[in-house]
């Protein structure tokens, strides 16, 4: 099992070198060379294990290197899950949530980010590694506090976390400036998810600093979902969320189902391609975009236009306008042409837009919807699925069922669908309070019991304990000077 990079497919490395690695030298992903499949007898073994089983069986596929370990990693990370880490909860006629959120941090990327460090750190060992690596993470709020809790005191590793100083909610922010640890450091910067993300992107490519770190002994590495090794655990619940439905029985064998995603950065939907280039039967893949709805469009009318207006939404972790892994699905639209690939990256990167031809957007087409919401939408959709259903939401999963809507409106489309919902309701409680017509409280604390209150689910008593929580990082900087601030970190 070889990877090669979207921009340069000549050079093959293995998947313990892309996750070390995190990005190819020519700024672009790593891809597997080709997918592995799952027959339909492993889609019926699978449906007898325990999602660890399930991870570890697919996960395997990728990473041949580590088939020894991966039994006892997973086992490792979905421990600090409460309960199943992807458990399916019905809501309607043909309508399945996929809960993601009972992970240590509440968010869908804890899926990922708990097996990331052991991927790592046998990663490491399998091609003879022993530098310190140093994870850089751009966040949107999710991904930082994540990282954060599954990098923290991993030996041989230290973890940086940007975010954009206005663009997470309040108690995203508490959750990583509380973060305990000693190799990890937050910082703010003045700016958006974008700007982060650039400012980081750029890190990898400077050779001078690259140099500097080595130097140091020292080499970079990403969590973001431009890694390998955040993907490849999001491939598991897409087979995972079938098999569920198969055991229910809410569906035979081969029936093709939908999978509808709140999207930012396109590493959940595009984990959900890869499912289905590994067999798994599915219909469509319905889009799911804020106000920031430059996935839209693209998705209409073949055009990737990312410079455009930016707005801070309810739905923070899709504030994105540069969708980094969509690289990934361009690269394999064009039937894998790495220098096609480079091309487009490099209009993206000069002229902020570039178009596919009409024979790739067909294509595109044929598997994928993608629909947006205004914010009020996402408000109303919030308070009529608690008014409905009893099922409370949060902003970035309200995203998708309102997409959802139109999608249902515009095609009525009877196929059962999976809505992944990415976030849970407690991570963004102002803002859901309010849409059910109830009041944010003085504190983040009487919030949150507020929301108890009124919905009867569970707080977490990790939110509820954070507010009393020391503040460790409170740095806020420039986006101009996150080059000299992470070269400053890396030499204390
Ligand atoms: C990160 C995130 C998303 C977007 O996922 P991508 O993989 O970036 O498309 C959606 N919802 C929540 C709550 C998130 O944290």
Redesign the pocket.
């Known amino acids: 099992m070889k990877y090669i990079a979207t921009r340069n497919s000549s050079n093959a490395i293995s998947g313990t070198q892309a996750i070390v690695k995190g990005l190819s030298q020519e700024g672009g992903l790593f891809v597997p060379q080709t997918f592995p499949q799952v027959t339909k007898e492993e889609i019926i073994e699978l449906c007898e294990l325990s999602y660890n089983e399930r991870a570890s069986k697919i996960i395997s596929k990728f990473l041949p290197e580590l088939s020894g370990e991966l039994g006892e990693y997973c086992q490792k990370a979905y421990s600090l899950f409460d309960g199943d880490p992807a458990p399916l909860v019905k809501t309607d006629e043909n309508k399945y949530m996929l809960e993601l959120?009972h992970g240590p941090t509440h968010?869908?990327?804890d899926i990922a980010l708990t097996l990331l460090p052991h991927l790592m750190v046998g990663s490491k060992k399998d091609i003879g590694v022993d530098t310190k690596t140093l994870i850089l993470v751009a966040t949107?709020?999710?991904?930082g506090k994540a990282a954060l809790e599954g990098f923290k005191n991993v030996d041989g590793t230290a973890c940086l976390v940007l975010y954009p100083n206005d663009g997470v909610s309040n108690l995203q922010k508490l959750q990583m400036q509380t973060t305990t640890g000693d190799n990890v450091k937050v910082v703010a910067i003045n700016g958006n998810f974008d700007d982060a993300q650039t400012a980081v992107k750029q890190i990898f490519q400077n050779d001078d600093v690259k140099k500097e770190l080595s130097e140091s002994g020292i080499e970079l590495s990403s969590a973001n979902?431009i890694n390998w090794g955040r993907l490849v655990p999001?491939i598991v619940y897409y087979f995972s969320s079938y098999c569920d439905l198969l055991s229910s029985q809410e569906i035979d064998f081969g029936d093709k189902i939908n999978f509808c995603?709140?999207?930012?950065?396109?590493?959940?939907?595009?984990?959900g391609y890869y499912a289905y280039r590994m067999g798994l039967p599915v219909n469509k893949f319905i889009c799911a975009s804020n106000r920031n709805n430059v996935l839209t469009d693209f998705i209409t009318n073949g055009t990737y236009t990312s410079s455009r207006e930016f707005f801070k939404t309810s739905?923070p972790?899709?504030d994105?306008l540069i969708?980094s892994?969509l690289e990934r699905l361009i690269f394999e639209l064009s039937s894998r042409d790495d220098k096609l690939t480079a091309e487009r990256m490099e209009q993206l990167k000069n002229s902020g837009t570039y178009s596919i031809s009409e024979g790739e957007l067909a294509s595109l087409k044929e598997l994928f919807y993608g629909g947006y919401v205004e914010e009020e939408k996402v408000s109303d959709t919030i308070d009529y699925e608690f008014e409905e259903y009893g099922y409370i939401t949060?902003p970035?999963?309200s995203v998708a069922l309102s997409v959802y809507d139109d999608y249902i409106n515009e095609t009525d489309d009877m196929t059962k669908t999976v809505i992944?919902s990415?976030?849970s309701p407690y991570?963004f409680v102002d803002d859901v309070l309010k849409s059910i017509g109830s009041e944010p409280q003085k504190t983040e604390h009487k919030s949150l019991l507020k929301l108890q209150e009124e919905t009867a689910l569970p707080v977490p008593s990790s939110l509820l304990e954070l507010p009393k929580m020391e503040k460790l990082h409170t740095d806020v900087i420039e986006k101009t000077q996150a080059k000299e601030y992470i070269l400053n970190y890396i030499k204390k």
């Open positions: 959120w968010a869908f990327k949107s709020g999710d991904t979902s999001q995603v709140p999207t930012g950065n396109f590493g959940n939907i595009l984990a739905s972790s899709m994105i969708s892994n949060d970035h999963t992944i990415t976030a991570k």
